[in-house]
C-alpha cells in the first residue's frame, strides 16, 4: 500500500482531487468536465483514466463518468487534506490573499511528504476548514461531512433547508435561484406524484412543480 | 397576423405615441388583465427571430396622452437564461419605454418584488401595480401601500385588475411620472459588502473607460450584468454576434484588447466572491437580491388568521393522486366531448348555412361571369369549397377550443393537470403541460398545434406538434368511423385507434432520443385557483383566432384553386398516375384511392367523398354508395388507416409553418407521407392473419 501511494504521481493525484469534486459536486465526473477543470485535451483524460483504472482507483463507465473505488477515494481525500491544510499554511501564516491561495496551494499540495502533514496540522494549530470553509478530511481519510438527503425523500407535510443543489449547467441553478430555491432556502413538500411523478414545493409562500430530474438534484435537511 | 419583428414594431409604437410603457410582472399576476383593461382589440404582436415568446403592443389614451404599451412576457426575473425572460428583457432594453409598470401580486410580494429590484437597477422608472389586493385579504394579508412606496421610492398603486378597481390611478400615476409631477426617489439597493465592492470597482472601470454602455444601460446595471456572467452581455463583450450588430458594438465597446480587459476584471473578482462564499456570483447576487425583497415585504405586510380557502383545498384535491387523476380523467373526457360535440354541431351548422345561402348562390354567380366551364369550376374550389374548408375548421372548433383553454390556463387547473401527466410524458421528452394539445389534436389540429405555445422551448414545440398531428382529428374520425366502422367493423375502427396510439408513442420516443437538445425537467408555478376574467378569456380567444385566420385563410384558398385546377383539368390523373406503384403496389389500393389522396389534403373527410363521387364516376354506378362494391375490407381498412397518418391537412400544414418554421413543417409532412406507406404497406401484408378477407 505503502509503495503505490508514493509511485503516485503529480498527474493522478490531480485527476483523482478533481473527480472527488466533481464526484461530490453531481455524483459522478464526466471525462468533458475533467478535461475543463484540468486544462487538458479529452483525449489526455481518457488515457490517465485508464492507467488509474487499471490500478483500481476508479471505475470509468461509458456515458455517465468516473467515479472513484475505495482506495481511490482515500487517496483523494488524502490529497484534499495537503490542499487544504496548505492553503491555511499560505493565509494563517504566509499571510497570502485567500483568492491567491488556492492556486498556490494546488502546487504546494504534492511537495507535502506523508511525514509533513501532521506535524504541519498541529502547527497549524488543527483547523476544522480551509479559508474558504471546506472541511479538511482527518489523517485516516474521515471527511466530516454535512448530513444532507434528497429532497424527494420527504414527506408531504415535512419541511426543511436546502443543503446544496448539485447541477453542472448554469441555467438551470439560476432559474432555480431567481425562484428563490438556493442553499439555505427553507421548503416545504406539499404534494408528491407517485410513480417517480413531479412533486409540489412551497418556498418563499410560491407553490412550484418540480419534474424529478429537477427536484433529484436538490438536496435538504430535514428540520 | 404575419410575423412582426420586435425591432420594426417597437420603433413604430414610439413614433405614434406621446409615451410608452413596458408592462412586465411575474406569470398569473393579473398583468394580461391590467393589459386588456387598458387597450382595446387593436393589440399587435411581434416577435423576435426564433424565439417561440411574442410581445404585445397596444395604445391607450389618457386625457390626451397617448400612451404605448409593451405587454411583456411574464417572467419571474430578467436574466437571459429563459427564453420568455430573454425576450422580456430585450423588449425592454430595446423599446426603452418612459416608465415601467411592473403588476405585483400582493398575496407573494418577497417573489414578486424580486423583479421590481432587477428593473430599478437597471435604472428605470418604474411604478408598481400591487394587483389581487384582494385575494391577499382573504388568505390573511394586509400590505401597507405608502410604506412600500416609501421603501422602494416608486409610486404604488393598489389594483384588482379583474375588475378594473385602480387601473385609472395606476395610469394617473405613471403619466404624473413621465412629465415630472411626481419624483422617483433613488432606491438604495445595496448588496453584501463582498459583492457590493466588486459592482462598485466593475462600475467605476466602466464609468472611466466606456464612452457609451450597451443600451445606454448604467454603469451599475452593467457592472451587475457582467458579474452575473450574463450569457447576452458576457457575449457583446466577446464580439459574438452577428456581423451588423458587431459593427455597431465595436464602435461603442472600443477596441478588442479593451473589451477583454472587462471581461477579465469581471471573472477575476466573480472569483473572489466565489471562493469566499462557495457558490457562483450569479447565485449570490440572485440570493442577496431574494433577502433584500424579503425584508421590504416583511416591513410592508401583516399577517393575520383566516380560514383555509376552498380553492385552496380544492387546489390540492386536484393534484392528491386519488382524487386527482379520476377528476382529470372526467375533465379530458369533457374537453373531448365538448370540442367533438359542440365543434360538431357548429361544423356542421356552419355547412349547412353556407351550402344552403351561398354555395349555390355563388355557383351561379360565378358561372354567369365566367364562361368557361373549367375555369369557373377552378374558381368555385376556391371561393366555395376553400372558404367553407376554412370556415368549418377555425370557427366550430378553434374558437370553441381556444374558450376551454383560456378557461383552464387563466383558472390555474392546467397546472393541475400537468402536474399529475408529467410522468408519462416525460417518457416522450415532453413535460406535463404538453398533454392539452395533444388531447386538443382529436378535435382539431390547428388549434392544438398553436396550444404547443404553453411549451418553453422550440424542441418541446417541434416533438409535441409532431405528435399533434398524428392524433386523428375529428374530420379523420369522420373517415374512419364513416368507412371502416360502418363497412368493415367497429373492432377494426378500434384497431386504427390503437394503432394510432402506438406510433405517437413510439415516434415520440424515438424522436426525443434523435432530436439534438435535452429534455430540461419541469420547473412550474401552481398558483391558486382563480375564477378568470371573462372579457380576458374572449380576448385571448379573440387574438388567437385572428391569428389562425392570417394564416390558415390564404393557404387554405390557395391550396384548393391549385387542386381544383389540377382536378378540373384532368391534371390529376396525370399526377396521380405515377403514384400508383404506391398506391397499388405497396398499399395495395386502387388506383382511384390516390387521386383521392391527394385532394384529402385538403380536408380530410373529402376522402370519403371523392372514393364514393369518383368510384360513381369511374362506372361503379350508385351501387359504389357501398365501399365493398369496389373495394375489399382489407382495402378500406388500409384506406382509412393512411388518410389517418398520412400529410396533415393543409390548414395544419400552414399552421406548422407559422409556428415552427416551413423547414420544420416540411420535414414533418415527409415524414408523416413515409411513415404512412410505412405503416399501410406493413399493415396490408398483416392484417390478412387478422382473418380480414382481402
Not at chain 1, 418563499?204 to 435538504?220: E, P, T
Not at chain 2, 471562493?275 to 431574494?290: C, F
Not at chain 2, 387546489?315 to 382529470?328: C, E, N, Q, S, W
Request: with cysteine; aromatic share 8%; glycine share 8%.
Amino acid at each position: 500500500m505503502k509503495s503505490e501511494e508514493l509511485s503516485i504521481s503529480k498527474e493522478s493525484e490531480e485527476y483523482l482531487e478533481a473527480i472527488y469534486r466533481l464526484e461530490e459536486k453531481s455524483g459522478s465526473a464526466r471525462t468533458m468536465e475533467l478535461a475543463r477543470q484540468l486544462k487538458v485535451t479529452p483525449g489526455s483524460v481518457t488515457n490517465t483514466i485508464e492507467s488509474l483504472e487499471k490500478r483500481g482507483l476508479v471505475i470509468h463507465e461509458p456515458y455517465k463518468g468516473v467515479k472513484l473505488t475505495k482506495n481511490g477515494r482515500k487517496l483523494a481525500l488524502n490529497v484534499l487534506r495537503r490542499h487544504r491544510l496548505a492553503e491555511r499554511l499560505l493565509t494563517d501564516v504566509l499571510h497570502l490573499d485567500w483568492s491567491q491561495a488556492h492556486d498556490a496551494a494546488c502546487e504546494l499540495e504534492h511537495a507535502i511528504a506523508k511525514e509533513v502533514d501532521e506535524p504541519l496540522e498541529k502547527a497549524l494549530g488543527h483547523p476544522k476548514t480551509c479559508p474558504h470553509g471546506n472541511p479538511i478530511p482527518s489523517e485516516s481519510g474521515k471527511l466530516v461531512e454535512e448530513k444532507a438527503e434528497l429532497l424527494t425523500k420527504l414527506a408531504p407535510g415535512e419541511d426543511g433547508t436546502i443543503a446544496k443543489i448539485t447541477e453542472e449547467k448554469r441555467d438551470m441553478l439560476q432559474y432555480l435561484a431567481t425562484l428563490g430555491l438556493v442553499p439555505g432556502a427553507f421548503v416545504k413538500m406539499e404534494e408528491k406524484a407517485p410513480f417517480n411523478g413531479p412533486i409540489i414545493v412551497k418556498v418563499m409562500g410560491a407553490s412550484y412543480a418540480l419534474g424529478r430530474n429537477v427536484a433529484s438534484i436538490i438536496w435538504v435537511r430535514k428540520s | 397576423m404575419p410575423a412582426l419583428s420586435c425591432h420594426k414594431a417597437l420603433k413604430e409604437l414610439k413614433g405614434k405615441t406621446d409615451l410608452t410603457i413596458a408592462l412586465a410582472g411575474n406569470p398569473n399576476v393579473g398583468k394580461s388583465c391590467v393589459f386588456n383593461q387598458l387597450t382595446g382589440l387593436s393589440v399587435v404582436t411581434a416577435n423576435y427571430p426564433g424565439k417561440t415568446v411574442e410581445l404585445n403592443m397596444g395604445v391607450t389614451l389618457h386625457n390626451g396622452t397617448r400612451i404605448g404599451i409593451i405587454d411583456l412576457p411574464g417572467t419571474y426575473a430578467l436574466s437571459a437564461v429563459s427564453d420568455d425572460q430573454l425576450v422580456a428583457r430585450r423588449g425592454v432594453l430595446e423599446g426603452r419605454p418612459d416608465i415601467v409598470v411592473v403588476v405585483v401580486d400582493a398575496s407573494n410580494l418577497q417573489r414578486n418584488l424580486y423583479m421590481v429590484l432587477q428593473f430599478l437597477e437597471l435604472g428605470f422608472p418604474v411604478v408598481v401595480g400591487l394587483n389581487l389586493v384582494d385575494y391577499a385579504a382573504k388568505i390573511g394579508l394586509k400590505i401597507n401601500h405608502e410604506k412600500l412606496s416609501e421603501l422602494l421610492g416608486t409610486p404604488v398603486v393598489p389594483t384588482v385588475a379583474v375588475r378594473g378597481q385602480g387601473i385609472d390611478e395606476l395610469i394617473h400615476a405613471v403619466v404624473d411620472l413621465a412629465q415630472g409631477k411626481s419624483k422617483m426617489k433613488e432606491p438604495k439597493i445595496t448588496y453584501g459588502r463582498d459583492v457590493e465592492g466588486a459592482i462598485q470597482t466593475l462600475g467605476e472601470a466602466i464609468q472611466e473607460r466606456l464612452d457609451e454602455t450597451p443600451y445606454n444601460l448604467p454603469a451599475r446595471a452593467l457592472a451587475i450584468q457582467l458579474l452575473e456572467n450574463d450569457v447576452e452581455f458576457v457575449d457583446m463583450f466577446k464580439g459574438r454576434q452577428s456581423k451588423r450588430r458587431r459593427r455597431r458594438q465595436r464602435r461603442r465597446l472600443g477596441q478588442g484588447q479593451d473589451r477583454e480587459e472587462f471581461l477579465k476584471l469581471s471573472a477575476r473578482l466573480a472569483r473572489q466572491i466565489e471562493e469566499k462564499h462557495g457558490e457562483p456570483v450569479g447565485i449570490r447576487i440572485a440570493r442577496e437580491r431574494h433577502g433584500l425583497a424579503g425584508t421590504i415585504a416583511d416591513a410592508v405586510q401583516t399577517k393575520f388568521d383566516q380560514p383555509i380557502l376552498l380553492s385552496q383545498k380544492l387546489k390540492h384535491y386536484t393534484v392528491a393522486p386519488y382524487t386527482g387523476i379520476p377528476l382529470m380523467v372526467a375533465v379530458m373526457l369533457g374537453i373531448f366531448a365538448f370540442i367533438f360535440y359542440v365543434g360538431g354541431w357548429l361544423s356542421a351548422f356552419v355547412d349547412t348555412l353556407w351550402v344552403s345561402f351561398i354555395s349555390s348562390n355563388m355557383g351561379e354567380l360565378v358561372h354567369f361571369a365566367v364562361k368557361n366551364e373549367i375555369l369557373a369550376n377552378v374558381i368555385l374550389w376556391g371561393v366555395d369549397k376553400g372558404i367553407l374548408a376554412w370556415l368549418s375548421v377555425g370557427v366550430p372548433y378553434i374558437l370553441t377550443f381556444y374558450i376551454v383553454l383560456s378557461f383552464l390556463e387563466d383558472s390555474g387547473y392546467l397546472n393541475s393537470m400537468a402536474f399529475l401527466m408529467d410522468n408519462v410524458m416525460h417518457k416522450l421528452g415532453l413535460h406535463g403541460r404538453s398533454i392539452i394539445p395533444i388531447l386538443t389534436g382529436a378535435g382539431c389540429n390547428v388549434p392544438a398545434i398553436m396550444g404547443t405555445r404553453v411549451l418553453t422551448t422550440k424542441r418541446k414545440r417541434i416533438l409535441a406538434s409532431t405528435l399533434v398531428v398524428l392524433v386523428p382529428c375529428s374530420a379523420r374520425t369522420a373517415v374512419i368511423l364513416g368507412a371502416v366502422a360502418s363497412f368493415v367493423g367497429w373492432t377494426y375502427a378500434l384497431l386504427i385507434y390503437v394503432i394510432e396510439l402506438m406510433i405517437i408513442g413510439m415516434v415520440g420516443w424515438g424522436l426525443h432520443r434523435l432530436l439534438p437538445g435535452e429534455s430540461s425537467g419541469l420547473v412550474m408555478e401552481m398558483f391558486p385557483f382563480r375564477f378568470p376574467s371573462a372579457s380576458v378569456i374572449l380576448k385571448k380567444t379573440w387574438f388567437r383566432f385572428r391569428d389562425f385566420a392570417y394564416v390558415a385563410f390564404p393557404v387554405v384558398t390557395v391550396g384548393s384553386l391549385a387542386l381544383g385546377a389540377l382536378y378540373e383539368t384532368g391534371y390529376l390523373s396525370a399526377i396521380a398516375e405515377p403514384l400508383s406503384p404506391i398506391v397499388y403496389g405497396v398499399l395495395g389500393l386502387p388506383a382511384v384511392a390516390g387521386i383521392c389522396l391527394i385532394l384529402g389534403i385538403l380536408r380530410k373527410e373529402l376522402t370519403l367523398e371523392l372514393l364514393v363521387a369518383l368510384a360513381i364516376v369511374g362506372g361503379y354506378g350508385s351501387g359504389a354508395q357501398n365501399l365493398l362494391a369496389f373495394m375489399t375490407p382489407i382495402q378500406i381498412f388500409i384506406f382509412a388507416l393512411v388518410v389517418t397518418i398520412y400529410i396533415p391537412c393543409v390548414a395544419t400544414v400552414a399552421v406548422l409553418g407559422k409556428e415552427l418554421g416551413w423547414r420544420n413543417a416540411f420535414l414533418i409532412m415527409v415524414f408523416t407521407i413515409v411513415l404512412a406507406i410505412a405503416v399501410g404497406g406493413i399493415a396490408y401484408r398483416v392484417v390478412p392473419y387478422l382473418g380480414l378477407s382481402g
